[in-house]
């Protein structure tokens, strides 16, 4: 079992349709990261949360500490968000990386 | 271009051949990972170094995969003896400490 599970693993939505992509962890982590993957293979690091709330523009991402649980949010969605959204969880003292499978979103005008 | 870079972008190389990959960080970031995403999966985690120094290497890291930071600048990843299975995206990732990761646009391999 991957320590990092994401949900749903493909998302269709309208555009301008709310989108919540979810993921949730096994083991005790020092940050989570939200990264977008763009056809091609560059990621780019959205979010590093390890508690509470953050938001940049139409992205927020929310965590739950004792839940174990993070979720990504957009709001008012484009068609250029089409992307694969990964999280991956950072551990205390070994700052490596745990991903998740990622979730494809695809935004349809 | 401050960001990481990596070269080649692409290689595409027969069974058996070796293969090195380059990756330069951010100026000043003393954190350097490399990670391995195959189609349709997440990255895994490969080695990680702190300047020059190489703190991890996963089991995924075989005999035949090594990896340097010589000045603890850029690194290099070679692969050794190629095969099908080693077809993947090869990731690298700067930090400055403990901080969020700045990733490179990879280097695709394709083994023949």
């Known amino acids: 079992k991957n320590e990092v599970e994401q949900s749903p693993q493909n998302l269709t939505a309208q555009e301008g349709e709310f989108i919540t992509i979810n993921c949730s962890y096994s083991?005790?982590?020092?940050?989570l990261h939200w990264l977008q993957q763009h056809p091609g293979g560059g990621i780019v690091s959205l979010f590093m949360?390890?508690?509470g709330k953050k938001k940049h523009g139409r992205l927020i991402a929310t965590i739950n500490i004792q839940e174990k649980h993070s979720s990504l949010h957009i709001t008012a969605s484009h068609p250029r968000d089409s992307a694969v959204y990964i999280c991956a969880a950072s551990h205390f003292g070994n700052e490596k990386l745990t991903f998740g499978t990622g979730t494809r979103l695809t935004i349809i005008p | 271009d401050t960001g990481v870079s990596q070269d080649p972008r692409h290689k595409i190389t027969k069974r058996g051949q070796n293969v090195t990959f380059r990756c330069d960080p951010i100026s000043e970031h003393n954190r350097l990972y490399w990670y391995r995403q195959t189609l349709g999966q997440g990255p895994e985690f490969l080695t990680y170094?702190?300047?020059?120094?190489?703190?991890?290497k996963s089991r995924l890291l075989s005999d035949r995969f090594s990896a340097e930071r010589p000045k603890g600048s850029f690194s290099t990843l070679e692969i050794q003896r190629t095969e099908q299975g080693d077809s993947a995206m090869y990731l690298c990732?700067?930090?400055?400490?403990?901080?969020?990761?700045?990733f490179g646009p990879g280097t695709r391999l394709t083994v023949l």
């Open positions: 083991v005790g982590i020092s940050a």
């Open positions: 170094f702190q300047n020059e120094a190489q703190l991890e």
């Open positions: 949360l390890s508690s």
């Open positions: 990732a700067s930090s400055l400490a403990v901080n969020e990761q700045f």
